[in-house]
């Protein structure tokens, strides 16, 4: 990167110029420029016009100070902080105002929020005076912030309260999206009348008493085994027709292309299968098996977004991720044996067989979310958004079509899964798909997954038995259950904000500079394809620099001190059996043999 006379980066230069001018300067580079340029560095000139990395990296700052960020709502003063999620800021705005309430005598209950992302509390409005100047006082001392947020005409009956967090690089900005707001409810002869419309009532009986609640009766953003409990009116302790009680779990399917055993295993097994390469390269290309990441990422991602997901399921052929904390009690291995049991071939490299079997997973609830580890919430979102109250599941059809044309020679791997879909829903259903699904998590049922088994057991049968993707594979989990489930009655098509990239395209640094701006996107895919290696370590650094920036808080499911490397699990199973004392990560230590 050049630099100027004073040593500064060019690169620091744009990241610290205002976003309209950053805008402008790529779009016009985008149509003069980059045209001219070889196509394999077009990615790295896209890079250098629109970088990613944090705007503060050079200076971040410690944990407890307070740093100007900028937000959708201005600029405004955060503390920093090394870890956090949404749910634990709003809980501690809520808890700090209670607090504050309660040290002044202030009578209060908590109310259920339409916004998932925030809570709620009301007081008599007779002390609204009281309460504000109270308020004022909290945020003023600590570097919070209280503003009206009522309904128009009636700002002043609804004030939310927050006290902003953002990482050491000032990326991530947690505030008044997670505030608690303080409704000043109306005294009549009937009862006490809301300022604005909640989930539950407009108003509480006059005398109705106090009760005290746990956190998941106040709305779906939450863990379903949270206790945390506030004081209430039994009137919002009633669970409305909307709510979904039903279990969720997530379900990941994962693997390390680099990981030594694993080529090993994919190499014999390519030997093997000699029509691979004469059906179509991408069976068995590399970009299938990246893993550059991703993973950790989306699992920070549905820490923060998802909170109400019961447990994690992360299924591998024998790996582990370095970084994976195994002890999680909300987190389980998987691997391809525990699943496949005496049906299909081992090992295999065909994700489409994988997704055939995920409806085995011991202990897998009947509703769950399947997940590729390249897809990546992108804000807080509730189980309404994927399933209904009733149990159906949604489906995101795609704007993308499938080709009309009979399955071919030239077919990708996954254009001839569709085709066999779509003959498969035609003979059944006399019905004929179009379109394809978006890459986002798709909700799922065990019950209608092994009704498909049951149904075409010949096609499952066949795709479990490809060690890599074939001509003759249905894809189960990203398209065949969707249509079926919706003609037998079982689905409906829902809405997602959703957002594709592919990581190739040099267009991909600018959408996801304006991601980082406007977090706006329930979910997001970050995919690739087999570009050649020339665009790949550009690829890499281009998610180096977003992720971390997007999702820059550890999750649980991390370890505080990552492995050496991936390993599988009879080689954790082995090092734990080691004497006591100094330990060399798992990657510097012969490990026996995996069978």
Same mark, same amino acid.
Request: some cysteine; charged content about 25%.
């Given at each position: 990167m050049r630099r100027k006379d004073d040593g500064v980066t060019l690169r620091r230069i744009l990241r610290q110029t205002p976003w309209p001018i950053r805008r402008r300067i790529f779009q016009a580079a985008e149509n003069r420029v980059l045209p001219r340029i070889a196509p394999e560095r077009r990615l790295r000139v896209a890079r250098a016009l629109m970088p990613l990395g944090p705007v503060r990296r050079d200076r971040a700052a410690a944990a407890g100070r307070i740093i100007r960020v900028r937000t959708p709502h201005g600029r405004l003063g955060a503390r920093v902080v090394v870890t956090g999620s949404p749910v634990e800021v709003r809980r501690a705005n809520l808890d700090r105002v209670v607090e504050a309430l309660e040290l002044a005598g202030v009578t209060w209950f908590r109310v259920p929020s339409v916004d998932p992302g925030k809570t709620a509390v009301g007081v008599p409005e007779k002390d609204s005076d009281l309460v504000a100047g109270l308020l004022a006082g909290i945020v003023?001392?600590?570097? #919070?912030?209280?503003?009206?947020?009522?309904?128009?005409?009636?700002?002043?009956?609804?004030?939310?309260?927050?006290?902003?967090?953002?990482?050491?690089?000032?990326?991530?900005?947690?505030?008044?999206?997670?505030?608690?707001?303080?409704?000043?409810?109306?005294?009549?002869?009937?009862?006490?009348?809301?300022?604005?419309?909640?989930? +539950?009532?407009?108003?509480?009986?006059?005398?109705?008493?106090?009760?005290?609640?746990?956190?998941? +009766?106040?709305?779906?953003?939450?863990?379903?085994?949270?206790?945390?409990?506030?004081?209430?009116?039994?009137?919002?302790?009633?669970?409305?027709?909307?709510?979904?009680?039903?279990?969720?779990?997530?379900?990941?399917?994962? +693997?390390?292309?680099?990981?030594?055993?694993?080529?090993?295993?994919?190499?014999?097994?390519?030997?093997?299968?000699?029509?691979? #390469?004469?059906?179509?390269?991408?069976?068995?290309?590399?970009?299938?098996?990246?893993?550059?990441?991703?993973?950790r990422y989306s699992m920070r991602a549905l820490h923060s977004f998802a909170p109400w997901v019961r447990h994690v399921y992360l299924v591998t052929d024998d790996q582990v991720p370095a970084w994976l904390n195994l002890n999680h009690p909300r987190l389980t291995l998987v691997t391809h044996r525990e699943i496949f049991g005496d049906a299909g071939r081992l090992p295999t490299f065909n994700s489409q067989a994988i997704e055939s079997k995920l409806h085995r997973i011991p202990g897998l609830a009947e509703h769950f979310l399947y997940l590729n580890d390249d897809v990546i919430l992108g804000r807080p979102v509730t189980p309404d958004m994927f399933f209904t109250p009733g149990g159906l599941t949604k489906f995101f059809p795609s704007a993308s079509l499938v080709d009309p044309a009979p399955r071919g020679p030239g077919d990708r791997p996954a254009d001839s899964a569709a085709k066999n879909n779509r003959r498969l829903i035609r003979e059944t259903f006399g019905r004929v798909l179009t379109r394809k699904m978006m890459h986002t998590p798709h909700p799922s049922r065990r019950s209608v997954l092994r009704e498909i088994e049951e149904r075409f057991a010949e096609q499952v049968r066949s795709t479990a038995e490809h060690q890599f993707r074939h001509p003759d594979d249905v894809s189960m989990l990203s398209s065949l259950q969707q249509y079926y489930a919706y003609l037998t009655g079982q689905a409906t098509p829902g809405e997602i904000r959703y957002r594709y990239t592919d990581l190739a395209d040099p267009v991909t640094p600018y959408r996801l500079a304006r991601l980082l701006r406007s977090r706006n996107v329930d979910a997001f895919c970050l995919n690739d394809v087999d570009d050649g290696h020339a665009t790949r370590a550009e690829q890499e650094a281009l998610l180096a620099d977003f992720l971390p920036a997007y999702l820059p808080f550890p999750s649980p499911f991390e370890l505080r001190r990552p492995r050496g490397a991936t390993a599988s699990p009879a080689a954790l199973a082995a090092l734990s059996r080691l004497p006591a004392g100094p330990r060399r990560p798992v990657g510097e230590v012969a490990l026996p043999p995996v069978a």
């Amino acid at each position: 990167m050049r630099r100027k006379d004073d040593g500064v980066t060019l690169r620091r230069i744009l990241r610290q110029t205002p976003w309209p001018i950053r805008r402008r300067i790529f779009q016009a580079a985008e149509n003069r420029v980059l045209p001219r340029i070889a196509p394999e560095r077009r990615l790295r000139v896209a890079r250098a016009l629109m970088p990613l990395g944090p705007v503060r990296r050079d200076r971040a700052a410690a944990a407890g100070r307070i740093i100007r960020v900028r937000t959708p709502h201005g600029r405004l003063g955060a503390r920093v902080v090394v870890t956090g999620s949404p749910v634990e800021v709003r809980r501690a705005n809520l808890d700090r105002v209670v607090e504050a309430l309660e040290l002044a005598g202030v009578t209060w209950f908590r109310v259920p929020s339409v916004d998932p992302g925030k809570t709620a509390v009301g007081v008599p409005e007779k002390d609204s005076d009281l309460v504000a100047g109270l308020l004022a006082g909290i945020v003023r001392r600590d570097h #919070g912030m209280v503003r009206p947020s009522g309904p128009k005409g009636r700002e002043s009956r609804v004030l939310a309260v927050c006290w902003p967090v953002t990482d050491p690089d000032g990326n991530v900005v947690l505030g008044p999206e997670h505030a608690c707001e303080v409704e000043f409810w109306r005294a009549e002869e009937r009862g006490l009348v809301a300022p604005r419309p909640n989930p +539950v009532a407009w108003s509480i009986p006059a005398g109705e008493p106090s009760v005290i609640a746990a956190e998941p +009766v106040f709305g779906p953003f939450s863990a379903p085994d949270d206790t945390t409990a506030y004081r209430t009116r039994r009137t919002f302790t009633t669970v409305d027709p909307d709510r979904i009680g039903f279990p969720i779990d997530v379900v990941y399917t994962w +693997v390390d292309g680099g990981d030594p055993a694993w080529q090993r295993r994919k190499n014999r097994a390519r030997a093997e299968n000699a029509w691979v #390469g004469d059906v179509n390269g991408q069976a068995a290309n590399d970009s299938r098996w990246i893993s550059r990441d991703e993973l950790r990422y989306s699992m920070r991602a549905l820490h923060s977004f998802a909170p109400w997901v019961r447990h994690v399921y992360l299924v591998t052929d024998d790996q582990v991720p370095a970084w994976l904390n195994l002890n999680h009690p909300r987190l389980t291995l998987v691997t391809h044996r525990e699943i496949f049991g005496d049906a299909g071939r081992l090992p295999t490299f065909n994700s489409q067989a994988i997704e055939s079997k995920l409806h085995r997973i011991p202990g897998l609830a009947e509703h769950f979310l399947y997940l590729n580890d390249d897809v990546i919430l992108g804000r807080p979102v509730t189980p309404d958004m994927f399933f209904t109250p009733g149990g159906l599941t949604k489906f995101f059809p795609s704007a993308s079509l499938v080709d009309p044309a009979p399955r071919g020679p030239g077919d990708r791997p996954a254009d001839s899964a569709a085709k066999n879909n779509r003959r498969l829903i035609r003979e059944t259903f006399g019905r004929v798909l179009t379109r394809k699904m978006m890459h986002t998590p798709h909700p799922s049922r065990r019950s209608v997954l092994r009704e498909i088994e049951e149904r075409f057991a010949e096609q499952v049968r066949s795709t479990a038995e490809h060690q890599f993707r074939h001509p003759d594979d249905v894809s189960m989990l990203s398209s065949l259950q969707q249509y079926y489930a919706y003609l037998t009655g079982q689905a409906t098509p829902g809405e997602i904000r959703y957002r594709y990239t592919d990581l190739a395209d040099p267009v991909t640094p600018y959408r996801l500079a304006r991601l980082l701006r406007s977090r706006n996107v329930d979910a997001f895919c970050l995919n690739d394809v087999d570009d050649g290696h020339a665009t790949r370590a550009e690829q890499e650094a281009l998610l180096a620099d977003f992720l971390p920036a997007y999702l820059p808080f550890p999750s649980p499911f991390e370890l505080r001190r990552p492995r050496g490397a991936t390993a599988s699990p009879a080689a954790l199973a082995a090092l734990s059996r080691l004497p006591a004392g100094p330990r060399r990560p798992v990657g510097e230590v012969a490990l026996p043999p995996v069978a």
